[in-house]
């Protein structure tokens, strides 16, 4: 009777591990944009996810109501691009995307003065900021499993984590939102240990 409970055990922590690696490892890195999906920057330009020249990228999702953790995760992406610049790669081989999640009131013109917050001025500076419809913005949230939704006061509850894509578009690692969890060195150093 042991053996068969040492079997059921082994078998209980064999999906337990499992789960953990799906979860974990092989769910996110099968994430990617997605590849019939364009959206406009908060310039008004078209930015076409399928037409995406290899670069690495780091992509957030927010909403620019968002009290705390969103500004204070792109102001940690601020910090990283400085380091990049700093490193001649910006731009050229590295890549942010800023996504809302509240495109109905997160217009082109309050996603500019969130973008402008941040040093961002215009298109073409190697940092996007999109909107999208509805069915856009859910959909590329859903291809990363980033859950969102509004409980109707305006404060948008979501998952606390941005995503890096390597040069093919797959997730090399999910970084955590905020101050405390967004962590520039840790993250610099996993872009540049990908550039070529």
């Not at 999640?101 to 917050?117: G, S, V």
Request: aromatic fraction near 12%; hydrophobic fraction near 40%; include cysteine.
């Amino acid at each position: 009777m042991r053996k068969w409970y040492t079997i059921a055990a082994c078998l209980v922590l064999f999906g337990i591990g499992a789960g953990i690696f799906y979860f974990t490892v092989y769910k996110p890195s099968t994430a990617r944009l997605p590849h019939d999906v364009t959206m406009e920057t908060a310039w008004g330009r078209p930015y076409a996810f399928g037409d995406l020249p290899p670069k690495v990228r780091l992509v957030e999702f927010i909403y620019t109501n968002c009290p705390d953790i969103c500004p204070n995760t792109t102001m940690q992406m601020a910090k990283l691009r400085d380091r990049l610049e700093s490193a001649g790669v910006f731009g050229r081989d590295v890549e942010f995307i800023t996504i809302t999640i509240d495109p109905a009131r997160d217009t082109k013109e309050k996603l500019q003065t969130y973008a402008r917050t941040f040093g961002v001025t215009g298109d073409g500076q190697g940092w996007v900021f999109l909107r999208g419809s509805e069915d856009e913005t859910k959909k590329t949230a859903d291809a990363f499993d980033f859950q969102y939704r509004d409980p109707g006061n305006g404060m948008i509850v979501h998952t606390a984590l941005a995503y890096l894509l390597d040069r093919d578009g797959r997730v090399i690692e999910q970084v955590g939102m905020g101050t405390s969890r967004f962590h520039v060195d840790d993250v610099y150093e996993t872009i540049m240990n990908e550039l070529p």
